[in-house]
């Protein structure tokens, strides 16, 4: 019997719970896209609650394979988030279970997911494809809802222009109407003027019957045209007057087969064989048209060798400028004309042959793009996890916030990527696999630095590290931050104190002296002695020691003065490597060599300074101690 360990269930229970919340809400961002995009075609149209129902429903099928990946993403980092601030994932590995470990049931799960997502674009998405599709373009054939406005043109009936002065809502009577027929066209249109009517659909909602009354019909008796100034026409008087205005009010569902040849629509299996039969047939038809181009329009004459050299060999002593200008005039237009035809007919019969095969490689490369992507987009759900999980590791923190911002930033990233190589593929700028894979390519080394970091107990996210380092590089420091301690296991000796400061002072005026940081230091010798400064990394622990003996003092003018003291950088004004063969060469490179010449010199110029605070600093301790 398969037994799996408490900590496995979970693990697996802890991201589950989050998974099924977070595919939600994915889910639901992603429909509500898609219906943004689509709220033209819905709106206005009085569609049944089973056609929005159906819209709704094979939205979600299509969609559930893009959720997937970005679910995963968010579910995960929230999950070991969660364990890292509950010092969960710290107890775990104090158990001796590496990180790796514990992301093991959730590798068997996400690969489950990873299989229903393929399973879901190879078998249910096509087919939920095309009966979407084919539901909005039954959609965009539908009539619009008849709702008139009041004191505007109502043009949503075709052939027809409607206006409408003022409506009564409870009885439906339409005050004021004036109606333009146009389906005769604009000039030749027939004009209704009622001062009432009414509005109803008939039974089969195939017509709108028009009730009018105490009004007025103007028609033209014959068509009208420009050159005519005067055209007979007709007015008839009328008390009460009926007509059938043609209005189609009821939702036709196109069959989904005829959809059934687009990319999108089909399976793996299918869409391989179209784009072998595809390859094949343009492949025939290119050929057809490249020996075509190849034969020659016009029939040889025949001609014994003999006759066939002289011509040739006369034939490249011609001049056909001479021979174009001695014809008549009336001929050399006749010669153009003639070429210009043959040349325009040429011309229209390859750009029609290259839009036929262009068309066709478009149509290749748009069934190798959802070929590939049906297997890009499933990997796509454990190259996240290789993401999330480490990543939650590392920052260690849950809840909806930061996780939710990472989840959007990465997949955000992931999606300008994919869809910019996808693009370039479809338009034959890059190899298809490699468009289509571009965003796995540029992910997958991202997770597993992240895993083999996370792994290791990495501070790859540790912002005080990243300040730390940044801080080195302008040159910028910390300030001391000494306080009184509330216990003090032993007082400082203050007369040995006051001699190591004496000393201390002693020996930095000297070194100060010795090294005249008030010049400009040598070029050559910066880059050619790679000499480690052992005094002044003696004169910096010496009096990091006495601030550290002085710590324990209780006096307030003492820890004051200890906070003055700088923190001592002991190599910056040294060498830019420790290694010989590096400082040799940005010496030699100008540019960057003069950029770390002036560091060092700057360097040089604060340490100076840093001397002299410390001897200030140190008589000022002095002199208090002497008062204590």
């Given at each position: 019997?398969?037994?799996?360990?408490?900590?496995?269930?979970?693990?697996?229970?802890?991201?589950?719970?989050?998974?099924?919340?977070?595919?939600?809400?994915?889910?639901f961002?992603?429909?509500?896209?898609?219906?943004?995009?689509?709220?033209?075609?819905?709106?206005?149209?009085?569609?049944?609650?089973?056609?929005?129902?159906?819209?709704?429903?094979?939205?979600a099928?299509?969609?559930?394979?893009?959720?997937?990946?970005?679910?995963?993403?968010?579910?995960?980092?929230?999950?070991?988030?969660?364990?890292?601030?509950?010092?969960?994932?710290l107890?775990?590995?104090?158990?001796?279970?590496?990180?790796?470990?514990v992301?093991?049931?959730?590798?068997?799960?996400?690969?489950?997911?990873?299989?229903?997502?393929?399973?879901?674009?190879?078998?249910?998405?096509?087919?939920?494809?095309?009966?979407?599709?084919?539901?909005?373009?039954?959609?965009?054939?539908?009539?619009?809802?008849?709702?008139?406005?009041?004191?505007?043109?109502?043009?949503?009936?075709?052939g027809?222009?409607?206006?409408?002065?003022?409506?009564?809502?409870?009885?439906?009577?339409?005050?004021?109407?004036?109606?333009?027929?146009?389906?005769d066209?604009?000039?030749?249109?027939?004009?209704?003027?009622?001062?009432?009517?009414?509005?109803?659909?008939?039974?089969?909602?195939?017509?709108?019957?028009?009730?009018?009354?105490?009004g007025?019909?103007?028609?033209?008796?014959?068509?009208?045209?420009?050159?005519?100034k005067?055209?007979?026409?007709?007015?008839?008087?009328?008390?009460?007057?009926?007509?059938l205005?043609?209005?189609?009010?009821?939702?036709?569902?196109?069959?989904?087969?005829?959809?059934?040849?687009?990319a999108?629509a089909?399976?793996?299996?299918?869409?391989?064989?179209?784009?072998?039969?595809?390859?094949?047939?343009?492949?025939?038809?290119?050929?057809?048209?490249?020996?075509?181009?190849?034969?020659?329009?016009?029939?040889?004459?025949?001609?014994?060798?003999?006759?066939?050299?002289?011509?040739?060999?006369?034939?490249?002593?011609?001049?056909?400028?001479?021979?174009?200008?001695?014809?008549?005039?009336?001929?050399?237009?006749?010669?153009?004309?003639?070429?210009?035809?043959?040349?325009?007919?040429?011309?229209?019969?390859?750009?029609?042959?290259?839009?036929?095969?262009?068309?066709?490689?478009?149509?290749?490369?748009?069934?190798?793009?959802?070929?590939?992507?049906?297997?890009?987009?499933?990997?796509?759900?454990?190259?996240?996890?290789?993401?999330?999980?480490?990543?939650?590791?590392?920052?260690?923190?849950?809840?909806?916030?930061?996780?939710?911002?990472?989840?959007?930033?990465?997949?955000?990233?992931?999606?300008?990527?994919?869809?910019?190589?996808?693009?370039?593929?479809?338009?034959?700028?890059?190899q298809?696999?490699?468009?289509?894979?571009?965003?796995?390519?540029?992910?997958?080394?991202?997770?597993?630095?992240?895993?083999?970091?996370?792994?290791?107990?990495?501070?790859?996210?540790?912002?005080?590290?990243?300040?730390?380092?940044?801080?080195?590089?302008?040159?910028?420091?910390?300030?001391?931050?000494?306080?009184?301690?509330?216990?003090?296991?032993?007082?400082?000796?203050?007369?040995?104190?006051?001699?190591?400061?004496?000393?201390?002072?002693?020996?930095?005026?000297?070194?100060?002296?010795?090294?005249?940081?008030?010049?400009?230091?040598n070029?050559?010798?910066?880059?050619?002695?790679?000499?480690?400064?052992t005094v002044?990394?003696?004169?910096?622990?010496?009096?990091?020691?006495i601030?550290e003996?002085?710590?324990?003092?209780t006096?307030?003018?003492?820890?004051?003065?200890?906070?003055?003291?700088?923190?001592?950088?002991?190599?910056?004004?040294?060498?830019?490597?420790?290694?010989?063969?590096?400082?040799?060469?940005?010496?030699?490179?100008?540019?960057?060599?003069?950029?770390?010449?002036?560091?060092?010199?700057?360097?040089g110029?604060?340490?100076d300074?840093?001397?002299?605070?410390?001897?200030?600093?140190?008589?000022?301790?002095?002199?208090?101690?002497?008062?204590?």
């Amino acid at each position: 019997m398969l037994r799996i360990k408490k900590l496995y269930l979970f693990v697996i229970k802890s991201f589950l719970l989050l998974f099924v919340g977070t595919f939600l809400v994915c889910l639901f961002i992603f429909m509500m896209q898609f219906l943004w995009q689509k709220i033209e075609d819905l709106v206005g149209k009085g569609l049944e609650i089973w056609v929005l129902a159906q819209f709704f429903f094979y939205s979600a099928l299509m969609l559930i394979p893009m959720s997937l990946p970005l679910a995963i993403l968010l579910a995960t980092l929230i999950t070991f988030g969660n364990f890292g601030e509950r010092c969960e994932l710290l107890a775990m590995k104090a158990a001796g279970i590496p990180l790796i470990k514990v992301m093991r049931p959730l590798i068997v799960v996400v690969t489950v997911i990873s299989c229903i997502s393929f399973y879901f674009q190879n078998v249910i998405g096509p087919r939920a494809t095309t009966e979407l599709y084919a539901l909005i373009f039954s959609m965009k054939q539908k009539s619009p809802e008849l709702d008139i406005p009041e004191g505007a043109f109502y043009h949503e009936l075709d052939g027809y222009n409607l206006y409408v002065e003022k409506k009564n809502k409870e009885t439906g009577m339409l005050y004021d109407v004036m109606i333009y027929n146009l389906s005769d066209g604009f000039e030749n249109a027939h004009i209704i003027v009622a001062d009432s009517g009414r509005m109803e659909m008939t039974p089969d909602k195939k017509f709108l019957n028009l009730h009018l009354y105490s009004g007025e019909q103007f028609e033209n008796l014959k068509t009208q045209s420009m050159a005519q100034k005067n055209v007979p026409y007709r007015r008839e008087t009328f008390r009460e007057k009926h007509s059938l205005i043609e209005f189609d009010a009821n939702f036709n569902q196109m069959d989904a087969s005829v959809l059934s040849n687009q990319a999108a629509a089909k399976g793996m299996v299918d869409l391989g064989h179209s784009i072998d039969s595809m390859t094949a047939r343009f492949d025939s038809i290119g050929r057809d048209y490249y020996t075509d181009s190849r034969k020659i329009t016009y029939k040889k004459p025949e001609l014994t060798s003999v006759d066939s050299t002289r011509l040739e060999s006369q034939a490249r002593h011609i001049n056909m400028d001479s021979l174009f200008n001695v014809q008549s005039h009336k001929k050399r237009e006749q010669l153009i004309q003639s070429a210009l035809s043959r040349a325009q007919t040429q011309s229209s019969e390859l750009a029609m042959k290259s839009y036929i095969t262009s068309d066709g490689d478009k149509n290749i490369r748009r069934h190798q793009k959802e070929w590939w992507g049906k297997i890009t987009l499933s990997l796509a759900c454990l190259i996240f996890f290789f993401i999330g999980a480490p990543l939650g590791a590392i920052i260690r923190k849950g809840g909806l916030g930061m996780p939710v911002i990472i989840s959007v930033v990465l997949f955000i990233f992931y999606y300008i990527i994919e869809n910019t190589g996808s693009k370039m593929a479809r338009e034959g700028e890059l190899q298809m696999w490699f468009g289509v894979w571009i965003s796995s390519l540029v992910l997958i080394p991202l997770g597993a630095w992240l895993t083999y970091k996370a792994n290791g107990d990495s501070v790859v996210f540790n912002i005080d590290a990243y300040k730390a380092f940044f801080m080195k590089l302008l040159g910028l420091r910390s300030k001391r931050h000494i306080f009184k301690k509330e216990v003090i296991i032993e007082d400082p000796d203050y007369p040995e104190v006051y001699g190591r400061l004496e000393t201390l002072s002693q020996r930095c005026e000297a070194y100060a002296a010795q090294e005249r940081f008030d010049r400009a230091p040598n070029y050559l010798r910066i880059f050619t002695r790679n000499e480690d400064d052992t005094v002044i990394q003696q004169i910096s622990d010496e009096l990091e020691s006495i601030i550290e003996t002085l710590g324990n003092s209780t006096d307030t003018q003492v820890l004051n003065a200890l906070n003055e003291y700088p923190i001592v950088s002991v190599s910056a004004h040294k060498s830019p490597s420790g290694h010989q063969w590096l400082n040799v060469l940005c010496g030699l490179i100008v540019p960057v060599g003069l950029i770390f010449y002036l560091r060092i010199w700057m360097f040089g110029r604060r340490l100076d300074k840093d001397l002299k605070k410390i001897e200030e600093t140190n008589q000022k301790i002095m002199e208090r101690i002497k008062e204590l």
